[in-house]
């Protein structure tokens, strides 16, 4: 019950700032509450999968992962069903699926930039994460002063690509679709590192065969991205549900699951 009550509260404060767009919507259901939902009922997440640890799918076929896990939790706190919606990364980090309705959240390890913030309103951070530097385990390779003459895999449209392209000097920055092709790219010789959050390169060790050779600090933080008009009222409901999920032990228990070495 208590979860609901802060829902009630979240959605008074919310409602005055709402007051205009909300008669815009008219004939929605009553389940929609004026969360201005795409699916009413339910909570339409979109990801880029795979992203291990924080999204990817399980044996069974099922997306798991930090990121799918803490939004399920979410839409359950909010009695809504929860469902995802796999894109490209650009199509989440410059907005458009948001603007386009195809989803209410994004879910996808994306750091909060100035960038992003103008085009789309975060949740307030649910993770913090490190960029790394992950080279084959006898790699010569300890900093990006290193890496002169070679080749550093990157994520297209990540703040890892743009820390490599602005720190890594003398190397050859080459930039993947995805993480499914990064990692193969650096198992088959064709780039000597990838420069990628910690989290996500931790995953990737291979039982050993890699190696985390640095780590930076950009101060970075992960947020749910939901669009930049008309969605006070949904910001206000996630918050809500983050504090509720980190106050009930929930937010830990997962946060364990997924990043405890």
């Not at 297209?156 to 930039?175: H, I, K, M, P």
């Not at 780590?215 to 992960?222: F, G, I, L, Q, R």
Request: glycine letters at 8%.
């Amino acid at each position: 019950m208590h979860h609901k009550a802060r829902n009630a509260v979240a959605a008074v404060l919310a409602l005055g700032a709402l007051s205009l767009a909300a008669c815009s919507s008219g004939s929605d259901a009553a389940g929609d509450s004026g969360l201005g939902l795409v699916k009413d009922g339910t909570l339409t997440v979109c990801s880029n999968v795979p992203f291990q640890p924080f999204e990817y799918v399980d044996d069974n076929g099922e997306y798991t992962g930090f990121d799918m896990d803490l939004t399920r939790e979410i839409a359950a706190g909010m009695d809504l069903e929860w469902q995802v919606q796999n894109v490209s990364f650009d199509g989440l980090q410059s907005g458009t699926v948001l603007a386009a309705g195809q989803c209410d959240v994004i879910a996808a390890a994306m750091s909060v930039t100035p960038e992003r913030e103008a085009k789309m309103a975060f949740s307030e951070p649910y993770y913090d994460s490190l960029q790394s530097l992950l080279v084959p385990k006898d790699s010569a390779v300890k900093s990006l002063e290193d890496l002169a003459g070679k080749k550093i895999g990157v994520q297209q449209g990540t703040t890892g690509e743009s820390y490599a392209r602005e720190n890594a000097g003398d190397a050859e920055v080459v930039s993947f679709q995805t993480d499914a092709e990064l990692f193969p790219a650096l198992q088959a010789g064709a780039i000597d590192a990838v420069l990628q959050d910690l989290p996500v390169n931790l995953d990737h060790t291979d039982g050993g065969a890699f190696t985390i050779s640095a780590t930076y600090e950009t101060d970075e933080v992960y947020g749910l991205a939901m669009k930049k008009d008309g969605s006070a009222e949904l910001v206000a409901a996630v918050n809500a549900e983050l504090a509720e999920l980190r106050s009930n032990g929930k937010y830990q228990e997962l946060y364990d699951k997924y990043f405890t070495e």
